[in-house]
């Protein structure tokens, strides 16, 4: 079975600082991992994902993810936050084997300061 | 334009009423899920299917029921709905072959009163 932990429910920094979004996976499978933004009102949107490629992987506008499979964690980073990075934040992870369910993270909102 | 429709985007329904909220994707996925959104809770799966004519229990299917007579439909069925459905509804649909990421509608804000 696949589960996702993300810490810290809300997350606020200043325009221009780091961000960094917490996720810790289980799986009894090697994972799929993958992180998602939602807009106020909106359905989710793809940043980025890993499938067992390189762990570092790039995603779109500015994020960044490293899967450690040591740690069991997949944190969502990115070096200077912009105001239109205020959303949600949801983790998310499939096994590679089996019934491939999607299961997701309770969710980090991420707030901007000017 | 390809992609996941959902309906209808909002309803207002009574306790005790069947409601089927539809989900239609064009994209020729095979797996498709539903989800529920609650403050703090995140999504959780409701139910899935890997291919046409297969589903599978998520994390909380109890008061739930689906069906998958063909690729494109995965409508999902209330059937005496409760206070505690109301959520928002997500569908998504990947294709499974390719490892592929979820593609997801927009939603279906439902209340149950």
């Known amino acids: 079975a696949q589960s996702v932990t993300q810490l810290g429910s809300h997350v606020s920094v200043s325009e221009g600082a780091l961000v960094l979004l917490r996720c810790n996976y289980s799986s009894s499978v090697p994972p799929y991992l993958f992180w998602y933004v939602q807009y106020p009102n909106q359905g989710l949107q793809l940043l980025l994902k890993?499938?067992?490629?390189?762990?570092l992987v790039k995603g779109i506008n500015g994020f960044e993810a490293e899967f450690k499979k040591s740690e069991t964690s997949f944190h969502l980073t990115k070096p200077s936050a912009h105001m239109s990075d205020a959303a949600e934040y949801f983790c998310?992870?499939?096994?590679?084997?089996?019934?491939?369910?999607?299961?997701f993270g309770q969710g980090t909102r991420l707030t901007i300061n000017p | 334009i390809a992609g996941i429709t959902q309906a209808p985007t909002s309803q207002i329904l009574a306790a005790g009423r069947r409601m089927t909220l539809r989900c239609t994707q064009d994209m020729r996925h095979n797996a498709m899920y539903w989800y529920r959104q609650d403050l703090g809770l995140g999504l959780r799966l409701i139910h899935y299917?890997?291919?046409?004519?297969?589903?599978g229990k998520g994390e909380v299917p109890d008061g739930y029921s689906v069906s998958r007579a063909n690729t494109d439909d995965f409508p999902l069925t209330l059937a005496s709905a409760v206070p505690s459905q109301t959520s928002v509804y997500f569908c998504?649909?990947?294709?499974?072959?390719?490892?592929?990421?979820?593609?997801f509608g927009q939603g279906t804000r439902l209340t149950v009163v």
């Open positions: 890993y499938t067992s490629a390189a762990t």
């Open positions: 998504a649909s990947r294709q499974t072959a390719s490892n592929t990421e979820a593609f």
């Open positions: 998310a992870v499939m096994g590679s084997k089996g019934a491939q369910k999607l299961v």
């Open positions: 299917s890997n291919t046409a004519g297969t589903t």
